[in-house]
């Protein structure tokens, strides 16, 4: 029953969120038509500078409030007045920060930009924190609406900027927006009067705390090699990557977060049943796979048609980069369900250890390939720290879950052999049409999209049933899922 209402829920979430990150893509393609790769990279800057500073002040005070049978008005107060005032502490140190940033980049929009961008963890914590009663119940409905809301409305109002002023402060709006129309949603939805009080510090701060150092870190590894290429490379080089990065990941973490965040609580209420625990990681691993590796697979073999159709022959050199980071991301959904474990388990030490290695390895390997080899030497070194990231994420699950890496690579294989075909479609496809023209690389795209579906699920469905048609299995679980939608809607007539 549980696992029922989690993937339901997860379905929901994952839709939206989906329709949210596709939006941002799209905007960020329709951008990039009026803006130059340069004024990518000026943004990224002043994104990858938000983004540090909010994890080294990141307090996840509602995975704090997952964690604890009873949620007292206290700790909610608690909650609310660490986020608020941790919120407006970023806002100003970002502020303090935009003029020595401007001198070290030597570009006078980051003043304006930085500012404004600082906006957006105020807002973030003005949020009411009373949705987490939705999350404990699994219901993640409402946040999926409010997600949704905010993408629609953002991706209209910073294409449009884009369109009429062709200014990078277009960019800045797609960041923003989205903030302040949560902040006002989640207070409609979760209604809550704000009680600012410290009594409850402690308590939150002793999870939250552990959590806010492994985000730090893992952080510092992700940006940090925006800094880097931004400052050894060029700035059209940190469009380049950052645009790369950008469309391989958010493609594959749409999906893959809800997911997560659903799990986490749905493993939380069954930790101290270790046999249900097991099975239910790897019930989620596998849906993870299932959806994930293909998505990532195809981002790798569709890159190059992607680009010269959606950012244009200028932007080729995206095209490399999102292919790496694809291949990484396919590598990465094997272990992807690990911080979900920790945080269930509250072995937040596994994490730390995990994201310093990773940050160890990182910050040298991105370096020194940026300098010595430029942009693919940068991208190199990510693909290596993200490799290591993986290794150490499985071995965590190992420890914490009792599930051999062997386990955790096979448990998925009905997945893996069938993105494997899923892949070769797509690439015998790709290569035996032409693609000359924009429209010649819609067909391309089209058919081989239609292909490697239909060849996936065959494939997929074909394997699930010569291996007896297993019930705990993510093939066994959508079937279900849409029978129950088709009983419903034909239902729904007759009651009428």
Not at 443 to 454: E, N, P, R, S, T
Not at 459 to 465: I, T
Not at 481 to 490: E, M, N, P, V, W
Request: with cysteine; net charge positive; hydrophobic share 55%.
């Amino acid at each position: 029953m549980l696992a029922r209402k989690v993937f339901a829920s997860s379905a929901f979430l994952t839709g939206s969120r989906f329709l949210g990150r596709g939006l941002d893509i799209l905007a960020a393609l329709v951008m990039a038509r009026f803006l130059s790769p340069a004024d990518f990279g000026v943004v990224t800057i002043g994104l990858a500078a938000l983004m540090v500073l909010e994890s080294f002040t990141e307090l996840p005070v509602e995975d704090a409030l997952l964690r604890e049978k009873e949620l007292l008005r206290e700790d909610v107060d608690t909650a609310f007045t660490l986020s608020a005032l941790r919120g407006l502490g970023v806002g100003a140190l970002l502020c303090a920060a935009a003029v020595p940033l401007a001198m070290i980049y030597d570009d006078n929009r980051l003043v304006l930009l930085i500012c404004l961008l600082g906006i957006a963890p105020v807002a973030r914590g003005l949020r009411s924190p009373m949705m987490v009663r939705f999350a404990r119940d699994v219901n993640y409905k409402p946040a999926a609406t409010i997600d949704a809301i905010c993408r629609i409305t953002s991706f209209v109002l910073a294409v449009a900027c884009a369109w009429y002023t062709q200014s990078y402060l277009s960019l800045v709006l797609l960041s923003v927006t989205p903030q302040i129309i949560e902040m006002i949603a989640t207070h409609v939805l979760a209604p809550y009067r704000p009680h600012f009080t410290l009594r409850k510090m402690r308590f939150i701060l002793s999870f939250a705390g552990q959590v806010t150092i492994s985000r730090v870190m893992a952080t510092l590894s992700s940006e940090g090699d925006r800094f880097i290429v931004g400052g050894f490379v060029s700035k059209a080089a940190l469009g380049f990557f950052s645009m790369g990065r950008s469309v391989a990941t958010t493609a594959s973490w749409s999906l893959a977060m809800p997911l997560l965040a659903v799990m986490y609580p749905g493993l939380a209420q069954i930790r101290e049943e270790p046999a249900r625990f097991r099975r239910s990681y790897l019930r989620g691993q596998g849906m993870i796979v299932f959806a994930i590796l293909p998505l990532s697979l195809a981002l790798a073999v569709l890159a190059d048609p992607l680009v010269r159709l959606a950012l244009g022959e200028e932007w080729l050199p995206v095209v490399p980069v999102m292919q790496a980071i694809s291949l990484l991301n396919a590598a990465a959904t094997f272990s992807m369900p690990a911080h979900s474990l920790a945080m269930a388990t509250g072995e937040i030490r596994q994490m730390i250890w995990r994201e310093l290695a990773t940050l160890i390895v990182s910050i040298p390997a991105v370096t020194l390939g940026a300098i010595y080899y430029g942009l693919i030497g940068a991208v190199l070194g990510r693909v290596l720290a993200g490799l290591v990231h993986t290794g150490m994420s499985l071995q965590m699950v190992s420890r914490l879950a009792d599930v051999r890496i062997a386990t955790q690579l096979v448990n998925p294989w009905r997945s893996v052999v069938s993105s494997g075909v899923f892949a070769a479609t797509l690439y015998l496809v790709v290569h035996h049409m032409p693609g000359e023209n924009w429209l010649e690389l819609v067909m391309q795209m089209g058919v081989a999209g239609i292909a490697a579906g239909l060849a996936y699920v065959a494939v997929h469905l074909a394997l699930w049933k010569l291996s007896g048609l297993p019930e705990d299995s993510p093939e066994h679980f959508l079937i279900d899922l849409l029978q129950s939608g088709l009983r419903r809607f034909s239902a729904a007539p007759a009651q009428s």
